[in-house]
């Protein structure tokens, strides 16, 4: 069954975060994973957190092990130190789920 997270960030350096997306995308399609839904925003009304959000997105794999995987694939690793760490201030996991 496939598994989906749908996570808000606070991206500090736009430039960072693309070269980020760009280098990753590859590992990630490799996982059997994309992005089915990105937004920048301006506003949040509500949150359930205190840290700022301006960038939401749904990351989905075909399964579970699929997403463990890619997570802790250590090429994705190092892409993540690289890039993710200086573009990227907070991460907000809104929720996680099985999707049909």
Do not use: C, W
């Amino acid at each position: 069954m496939a598994h989906e997270i749908l996570v808000g960030l606070e991206v500090i350096n736009d430039i960072q975060y693309s070269k980020y997306r760009e280098a990753m995308m590859p590992i990630l399609i490799a996982h059997e994973g994309g992005f089915t839904y990105d937004f920048k925003i301006s506003q949040v009304l509500k949150a359930n957190t205190e840290d700022k959000i301006n960038r939401v997105f749904t990351i989905s794999f075909s399964s579970i092990e699929k997403m463990d995987e890619f997570f802790s694939n250590k090429e994705y690793l190092l892409i993540k130190e690289t890039y993710f760490s200086s573009s990227v201030k907070s991460t907000t996991i809104i929720s996680s789920y099985e999707k049909n």
